[in-house]
């Protein structure tokens, strides 16, 4: 997936974008949510509700070893 700033619509290719970019030899990857709930665990193992509003950073950099 090149560079793009098109929206992403489903989790899979948001988790695809993530695994390909993280791959690269050095990676900047900045993420844009607005307004995004999500299930997932809660206190004491209950369900609950996650919000996302912001931008999440992250970088990488690869050790040169191939790693699959």
Known sequence: MENTSEPIEKLSQLASLLLEKLKAQQ?????????????????QGQPGEWRLNGQLNLKATSTGLDQK
Do not use: I, K
């Open 27 to 43: 990676t900047d990857l900045s993420l844009e949510f607005n307004n995004v709930s999500l299930q997932g665990p809660g206190p």
